[in-house]
């Protein structure tokens, strides 16, 4: 499942979905707000290309490129986009609040650093199930500011838990610039602080993303307590459908699409011969499609049934 | 005849049953191992279950709480002790943002069978930071179930239904109960049982009475019992509903009494404005207004933090003395 056709596939899955999702925000055919990942479908599809199938993941407010990575069906992510029964939540989560427990997808959630205790919490269950399986937990930059953050990296390093904390620089928290806000050069610098070695990745570069997980996955298997990866990207739309990004440049935005994931890996597999241009063509053609119907099985979708809201709130 | 054991005894005995029935269940808390908590309710649980079971763990309320979400969604069963219930508000996004809705946020697809066990009240000179009753905060919060025993029977039989169930419940001990035994022979608590759990959402009768309902939970019950004790040589008689559970709340027995009284007196030791009992009271006259001889009266904590002085504390916080002078005064209403 994890073939340069394949990773190349879902990387422009995510972007073609993101992109329809931002158009659909436009002309009013979704509604409540999203934060969209187009830019960094590099960290989310080489993270899961590391991980083994059996692993979690736990995401953030900007989840949908890692559901998508882990294998979210994007006819019932659409739904719940637009709030339908079919979708994953059954209309109740929306963009921002959607999971799916039979592939590992423990949830993307609203509140920025608030998975990371949950993902701490499913690493300190698998070790004491005795499987050897691993948590991997999304985060961005912003959360690292959290005291969450920390007292997950200080509990994880403690118990020697199986995790991996990826985050996902994006360079901006919402409008506020990195080192505005963070008093440390790099995030990864702040697993000093609880022995947990970070690394710096180029995160627009899927296969340095892969094999980075990958590494830090067998350690974390092998018992050797929590990993850090920070990932460096760029968001190319606003934090959320109403940010008009006045707090960074066209140019800064310009030499970010130059690194763009999608056409660093397509040109690397045209240069090794492992895709030619009508393959690229082909899976492009494909992916669209399958929006397409994501989008033709969302709204033909029924409302949820309001009757059912009270009986939803305890198992 | 076995020895009857403390309110604390039996919340440590309800989690030694639970975790020799089930090996998913464990503890985690600040000092909760060899030490016992604070309070020592958990003295003893390591020499049967080993630090893998009864962890301790970094003062992180808000990485506790949350890592006891994220192992209940992969099937452990975690009991996360807070020091002092206090401390719980470090911990309220992973209650209220997290453990609370995941069930109805994720289309069901979540269970969080979490306990979460706090030590409430005052009454012991602690101080503002160290006596609240903060179950407040969760009471108006969907998804998350409270349990606030007054007797050891019910503190032990309580817990383990709460360990049972599948979804997030809020502990409420009483930190003056600890030591109690009990007044009354179905008050008490023994080891070994393991049929008398007792259900979440069903008040008791604490005691009898005709003139007035006294609706109380936690050690507010003991207070009401005393205050009805107190009353009868003045030939006024209060029945006592123990509620037991805040949520699920059980107001069906609630308004079987006070329909049966026409008078109710609600209780609780937190303050007064916008608490459980507001709650209570607002639903008791919107249901049987028309059934009631004089107006619903509340006792509770005067709002303003609780103080360390005895004097000042005794001010502040309510007894038996303020639910018989509400009580002589709904009389004198009629």
Same mark, same amino acid.
């Given at each position: 499942?994890?073939?340069?056709?394949?990773?190349?596939?879902? #990387?422009?899955?995510?972007?073609?979905?993101?992109?329809?999702?931002?158009? #659909?925000?436009?002309?009013?055919?979704?509604?409540?707000?999203?934060?969209?990942?187009? +830019? &960094?479908?590099?960290?989310?599809?080489?993270?899961?290309?590391?991980? =083994?199938?059996?692993?979690?993941?736990?995401?953030?407010? =900007?989840?949908?490129?890692?559901?998508?990575?882990?294998?979210?069906?994007?006819?019932?992510?659409?739904?719940?986009?637009?709030?339908? &029964?079919?979708?994953?939540?059954? +209309?109740?989560?929306?963009?921002?609040?959607?999971?799916?427990?039979?592939?590992?997808?423990?949830?993307?959630?609203?509140?920025?650093? +608030?998975?990371?205790?949950?993902?701490?919490?499913?690493?300190?269950?698998?070790?004491?199930?005795?499987?050897? =399986?691993?948590?991997?937990?999304?985060?961005?930059?912003?959360?690292?500011? &959290?005291?969450?953050?920390?007292?997950?990296?200080?509990?994880?390093?403690?118990?020697?838990?199986?995790?991996?904390?990826?985050?996902?620089?994006?360079?901006?928290?919402?409008?506020?610039? #990195?080192?505005?806000?963070?008093?440390?050069?790099?995030?990864?610098?702040? +697993?000093?602080?609880?022995?947990?070695?970070?690394?710096?990745?180029?995160?627009?570069?899927?296969?340095?993303?892969?094999?980075?997980?990958?590494?830090?996955?067998?350690?974390?298997?092998?018992?050797?307590?929590?990993?850090?990866?920070?990932? #460096?990207?760029?968001?190319?739309?606003?934090?959320?459908?109403?940010?008009?990004?006045?707090? =960074?440049?066209? $140019?800064?935005?310009?030499?970010?699409?130059?690194?763009?994931?999608?056409?660093?890996?397509?040109?690397?597999?045209? $240069?090794?011969?492992?895709?030619?241009?009508?393959?690229?063509?082909?899976?492009?053609?494909?992916?669209?499609?399958?929006?397409?119907?994501?989008?033709?099985?969302?709204?033909?979708?029924?409302?949820?049934?309001?009757?059912?809201?009270?009986?939803?709130?305890?198992? | 005849? !076995?020895?009857?054991?403390?309110?604390?005894?039996?919340?440590?005995?309800?989690? @030694?049953?639970?975790?020799?029935?089930?090996?998913?269940?464990? %503890?985690?808390?600040?000092?909760?191992?060899?030490?016992?908590?604070?309070?020592?309710?958990?003295?003893?649980?390591?020499?049967?279950?080993?630090?893998?079971?009864? /962890?301790?763990? !970094?003062?992180?309320?808000?990485?506790?709480?949350?890592?006891?979400?994220?192992?209940?969604?992969?099937?452990?069963?975690?009991?996360?002790?807070?020091?002092?219930?206090?401390?719980?508000?470090?911990?309220?996004?992973?209650?209220?943002?997290?453990?609370?809705?995941? /069930?109805?946020?994720?289309?069901?697809?979540?269970?969080?069978?979490?306990?979460?066990? @706090?030590?409430?009240?005052?009454?012991?000179?602690?101080? !503002?930071?160290?006596?609240?009753?903060?179950?407040?905060?969760?009471?108006?919060?969907?998804?998350?179930?409270?349990?606030?025993?007054?007797?050891? *029977?019910? *503190?032990?039989?309580?817990?383990?239904?709460?360990?049972?169930?599948?979804?997030?419940?809020?502990?409420?001990?009483?930190?003056? %109960?600890?030591?109690?035994?009990?007044?009354?022979?179905?008050?008490?608590?023994?080891?070994?049982?393991?049929?008398?759990?007792?259900?979440?959402?069903?008040?008791?009768?604490?005691?009898?009475?005709?003139?007035?309902?006294?609706?109380?939970?936690?050690?507010?019950?003991?207070?009401?019992?005393?205050?009805?004790?107190?009353?009868?040589?003045?030939?006024?008689?209060?029945?006592?509903?123990? %509620? /037991?559970?805040?949520?699920?709340?059980?107001?069906?027995?609630?308004?079987?009494?006070?329909?049966?009284?026409?008078?109710?007196?609600?209780?609780?030791?937190?303050?007064?404005?916008?608490?459980?009992?507001?709650?209570?009271?607002?639903?008791?006259?919107?249901?049987?207004?028309?059934?009631?001889?004089?107006?619903?009266?509340?006792?509770? @904590?005067?709002?303003?933090?609780?103080?360390?002085? !005895?004097?000042?504390?005794?001010?502040?916080?309510?007894?038996?003395?303020?639910?018989?002078?509400?009580?002589?005064?709904?009389?004198?209403?009629?």
């Amino acid at each position: 499942m994890n073939t340069p056709a394949d990773l190349y596939r879902k #990387m422009a899955l995510i972007r073609e979905f993101e992109m329809r999702i931002d158009e #659909m925000f436009a002309t009013g055919r979704i509604r409540g707000t999203t934060h969209l990942s187009a +830019g &960094q479908e590099a960290c989310a599809v080489g993270a899961c290309a590391g991980l =083994r199938c059996d692993d979690a993941v736990v995401s953030n407010h =900007r989840g949908h490129g890692h559901f998508i990575a882990t294998g979210g069906d994007p006819g019932a992510m659409m739904a719940e986009m637009m709030g339908k &029964q079919t979708g994953y939540s059954r +209309g109740r989560g929306g963009s921002q609040h959607m999971a799916c427990f039979d592939i590992g997808f423990l949830g993307s959630n609203g509140i920025t650093g +608030g998975g990371l205790p949950v993902a701490v919490g499913a690493a300190l269950g698998f070790k004491m199930q005795k499987t050897d =399986r691993i948590v991997l937990c999304f985060f961005g930059d912003g959360a690292s500011n &959290q005291g969450t953050f920390h007292e997950s990296l200080n509990l994880a390093a403690v118990w020697r838990l199986p995790i991996i904390f990826f985050c996902e620089n994006n360079l901006y928290a919402m409008s506020t610039p #990195m080192h505005d806000a963070t008093a440390v050069e790099n995030i990864a610098e702040r +697993g000093n602080a609880y022995t947990i070695a970070g690394e710096v990745i180029d995160g627009n570069d899927v296969i340095a993303v892969r094999d980075a997980v990958a590494g830090a996955a067998e350690r974390v298997r092998g018992g050797s307590g929590p990993a850090l990866i920070e990932a #460096m990207t760029y968001r190319y739309l606003g934090h959320s459908k109403s940010d008009k990004c006045e707090y =960074r440049t066209r $140019e800064e935005e310009q030499r970010w699409h130059e690194r763009d994931p999608i056409k660093l890996y397509a040109a690397r597999l045209r $240069e090794s011969g492992e895709l030619d241009d009508g393959r690229i063509a082909r899976i492009d053609a494909e992916v669209k499609q399958q929006v397409d119907e994501a989008v033709e099985f969302a709204t033909t979708s029924p409302d949820p049934n309001p009757d059912e809201l009270e009986g939803s709130v305890f198992a | 005849m !076995p020895e009857p054991l403390t309110y604390s005894e039996a919340i440590r005995e309800a989690m @030694a049953e639970e975790m020799r029935r089930d090996g998913r269940v464990f %503890l985690m808390g600040e000092d909760v191992a060899l030490y016992g908590g604070a309070f020592r309710v958990t003295r003893g649980l390591l020499d049967e279950f080993g630090p893998g079971r009864i /962890r301790n763990t !970094p003062i992180s309320e808000s990485g506790i709480v949350g890592a006891g979400i994220g192992a209940a969604l992969v099937g452990m069963r975690p009991i996360v002790e807070i020091m002092f219930m206090d401390f719980i508000t470090l911990a309220v996004d992973q209650l209220v943002n997290h453990a609370s809705k995941y /069930r109805f946020m994720y289309g069901e697809q979540a269970r969080v069978p979490l306990v979460v066990r @706090a030590p409430a009240g005052g009454h012991r000179g602690y101080g !503002p930071t160290h006596s609240q009753c903060l179950e407040r905060l969760f009471f108006s919060m969907p998804g998350i179930k409270i349990a606030a025993p007054s007797t050891p *029977a019910d *503190a032990r039989g309580l817990l383990k239904a709460a360990i049972r169930d599948d979804n997030p419940v809020l502990f409420v001990e009483s930190k003056i %109960l600890y030591p109690s035994l009990g007044d009354r022979p179905e008050e008490q608590a023994f080891a070994g049982k393991d049929d008398d759990i007792i259900p979440l959402g069903r008040a008791r009768v604490a005691r009898e009475g005709e003139h007035i309902s006294v609706i109380a939970y936690s050690e507010m019950v003991v207070q009401a019992v005393r205050a009805a004790e107190a009353l009868e040589a003045e030939g006024i008689s209060l029945e006592v509903i123990d %509620l /037991r559970t805040l949520a699920p709340l059980d107001m069906a027995r609630v308004l079987e009494s006070v329909g049966k009284t026409g008078r109710a007196i609600v209780a609780e030791e937190g303050h007064r404005t916008g608490g459980p009992g507001a709650e209570i009271a607002c639903r008791i006259v919107e249901s049987c207004f028309y059934e009631l001889d004089a107006p619903v009266r509340r006792v509770a @904590a005067m709002d303003v933090p609780v103080p360390v002085s !005895p004097l000042l504390e005794r001010r502040v916080l309510p007894s038996a003395f303020d639910i018989a002078s509400a009580a002589r005064h709904l009389m004198n209403e009629a």
